[in-house]
């Protein structure tokens, strides 16, 4: 009996410290790791106030040296920001109480403080070479994502927004070629468009991603057929995953998908009655790991629905997904530069 | 252990299609991991009600937009609806079971909730804030962890708790499980869901059914193995009620789990310290709704001999065993464990 009480106790003194760990920020796959692993927790523990340290001086410097000029090609917006910089390190520097606190419960960046601007975007149609899905009809989601694609780059021409595309005819074109040529381009945003396939074929649904795991199986199963180009298996990803927790663009990418989903949603309703809001959702596609601005993969439709298939051959339908899209797009512009908190 | 009068303890089991509670007033429930809300004024007329849950919701949803908040038995991410709905879950469940969360007689509340044994950080993150305002103190472990707690099984045994949206693995060494010790499949009940309606819509492609009445044939009739009956259900062709064969596609459904499940079971067994290995291939233990598949304990036995032979068997509870067992730690975790896991 005594055996067994001890060994309650060694298990509950490890479920405590496990959910400690958790509550503290300690990566679960440390956690994880158990007793052998301890002490280097206890070693990280103490190293790592030093390092943060050591980030927010360098941020914080990084921050009062560089001359944050604020432009969104539309609007002509304005705003210097090294004020509210120097404010914010003033009471930091004094207090290392209130440092600590601060590292514990990181608050998100209030995205007014750093006002920013769109001028280039990547517009990625889905698939090309082979076809991705393809209704029964045989129209083929490569035609539909470039049809969009195509549209999106005329109509933004008059916004004067520089779209470019990860490919303009019916050719292959990689993965992790299409994150490099985001990347290059140095883009401000990226958009994947791609259309679904959903069971039961009734579905009709429209839905947006962004970086993140998920818990879905049925996200699973998308991410695996939109990533099958790539070279990376999914139990990679969840490796992975981990790190995109902390990955700054996440909020961004997230603002948005909401932006996008909504005007989409919005725009298509009235031609498309039953048309089902899934919303904004997190998936681990290759094109949003990979990619180093804010990045959506928008799924425009179903082909898996006979009705949706209907509407995607008529021009106007892809028109208005189109200029859905630019006008999703915009909305998250017009949005950079508004503060997040009250009363500033 | 240190119960007082005015603290009060439960195990939850957040489950993707049920998830049950275990309280140390003595109450357990369980109920269908459903949340809807009234899609409109008319429906909130009609079910006379902000928002239904488990069983209630699933009745009325024609009229609800109805959420499975769970999947893989964590919450879904990218929707703050499914947050609420997994809030409105665990509420529901703690109102269930008689504790009060409101008024001058607001009991002290110490939970712990089962989560996959792989489950993501940010996932048990997410279950923590949804705890927010429901519990005082949360504590998180694996789900085949709080099985084994509950059923004293601490040492030289194997749990796989097999639920819908998740199988998870536990090796029980006397420690607190590493996460060499823990495997989660994501091949589960759920799964055999979709082999099913795969099969009987390829075999019958003109029946009308629903992933409900699909989920409902596959808990009265499951199993693997031989047939010990025919499994006939009802279901409507162009409008009208007929009776249907699924016996094979149910026989084939249910074995589709089997391999993955007996794959990672040895890989697991591989992982135990030899001399220890014959120890706990004679005590795996199976529990979760899907254990429940008529013949799965003696197909897992079987796929045993291979390894030169063992036992499975199925827990006696398996709807509460998670549950049984979180409360178990729940009422065994000391008071200053539980100040350092306050909310």
């Known amino acids: 009996m005594a055996i067994l009480d001890e060994t309650k106790a060694r298990l509950l003194r490890g479920a405590v410290q496990d959910n400690i760990d958790v509550l503290q920020g300690v990566r679960s796959t440390d956690v994880l790791q158990g007793v052998r692993s301890a002490r280097s927790i206890r070693r990280h523990r103490i190293v790592r106030p030093w390092m943060l340290w050591s980030l927010l001086l360098v941020a914080g410097m990084a921050y009062l040296t560089i001359p944050v000029q604020v432009t969104w090609r539309g609007g002509g917006q304005t705003a210097n920001s090294a004020s509210i910089a120097q404010d914010a390190l003033v009471p930091l520097a004094d207090e290392s109480s209130a440092i600590e606190t601060a590292l514990r419960h990181p608050q998100p960046l209030d995205r007014g403080a750093i006002p920013l601007s769109i001028k280039r975007i990547v517009i990625d149609p889905g698939h090309g070479g082979e076809p991705g899905t393809t209704a029964q009809s045989g129209i083929t989601e490569k035609e539909i994502t470039l049809d969009i694609a195509l549209r999106l780059r005329r109509l933004a021409q008059d916004s004067h927004l520089e779209v470019l595309l990860t490919r303009d005819g019916d050719r292959s074109f990689s993965l992790d070629k299409r994150v490099a040529f985001a990347n290059e381009n140095k883009a401000d945003l990226f958009v994947s468009i791609h259309v679904n396939w959903m069971e039961p074929h009734t579905i009709r649904a429209l839905e947006t991603y962004y970086v993140g795991p998920t818990d879905d199986p049925a996200t699973m199963k998308l991410a695996s057929m939109e990533n099958k180009e790539s070279a990376y298996s999914l139990s990679d990803y969840k490796k992975i995953l981990d790190k995109i927790y902390v990955d700054e663009r996440r909020d961004e990418s997230r603002t948005l998908a909401k932006a996008i989903q909504g005007q989409l949603y919005h725009s298509l309703k009235p031609a498309n009655p039953l048309l089902e809001n899934r919303g904004v959702r997190t998936a681990p596609f290759v094109v949003l790991i990979g990619t180093q601005m804010p990045a959506v993969l928008v799924e425009v439709s179903c082909l898996s629905n006979e009705d949706e298939v209907k509407l995607l051959t008529k021009q106007n339908y892809r028109e208005n997904i189109a200029l859905a899209l630019l006008q999703g797009i915009r909305n998250y512009a017009t949005t950079l530069n508004v503060s997040s908190r009250k009363g500033s | ?343």
Not at chain 2, 41 to 63: D, F, I, Q, T
Not at chain 2, 77 to 94: P, W, Y
Not at chain 2, 144 to 166: N, R
Not at chain 2, 175 to 182: K, V
Request: glycine share 8%; aromatic share 4%; charged share 25%.
């Open chain 2, 1 to 343: 252990m240190e119960e007082s009068n005015e603290t009060l303890c439960v195990g939850i089991d957040l489950g993707t299609s049920r998830s049950s509670i275990s309280a140390s007033t003595g109450e357990r429930h369980v109920i269908d991991s459903y949340v809807g809300w009234p899609v409109d004024m008319v429906a909130r007329k009609l079910v006379k009600k902000p928002v239904l849950v488990g069983h209630e919701a699933l009745e009325n949803r024609s009229m609800l937009d109805l959420r499975r908040p769970l999947e893989r038995g964590v919450m879904k991410e990218g929707s703050e609806k499914d947050q609420e709905a997994v809030q409105e879950i665990i509420r529901h469940l703690i109102n269930l079971a008689g504790i009060k969360q409101k008024g001058k007689n607001k009991s002290k509340l110490r939970a712990v909730v089962g989560v996959p044994a792989e489950a993501f950080r940010v996932s048990r993150q997410n279950l923590r804030r949804a705890m927010e305002g429901v519990a005082d103190s949360v504590m998180l472990v694996s789900e085949p962890f709080a099985v084994a707690y509950g059923l004293e099984a601490l040492l030289h045994a194997l749990v796989i708790d097999i639920g819908a949206g998740t199988a998870d693995f536990c090796v029980m060494q006397g420690r607190y499980p590493t996460e060499e010790d823990q495997k989660t499949l994501t091949t589960a009940g759920d799964s055999v869901d979709e082999q099913l309606v795969k099969l009987v819509r390829e075999r019958y492609p003109d029946v009308q059914f629903s992933i409900h009445m699909i989920r409902e044939w596959k808990e009265k009739w499951s199993f693997v193995g031989e047939p010990k009956d025919r499994v006939l259900v009802t279901a409507p062709i162009k409008g009208k009620a007929m009776e249907i064969d699924v016996t094979q596609e149910m026989r084939t459904a249910c074995e589709s789990i089997l391999p993955p499940i007996c794959e990672t079971l040895a890989a697991l067994l591989t992982k135990v310290e030899p001399e220890f290995q014959s120890k706990v291939r004679n005590n795996i233990i199976l529990a979760g709704g899907s254990s429940l598949i008529a013949g799965l304990q003696d197909a897992v036995t079987k796929s045993l001999e291979e390894l030169g032979g063992g036992r499975a068997t199925v827990v006696k509870d398996p709807v509460f065993a998670g549950s049984d067992g979180g409360l178990a730690i729940a009422r065994d975790a000391s008071t200053a464990d539980w100040e350092k896991l306050s909310l």
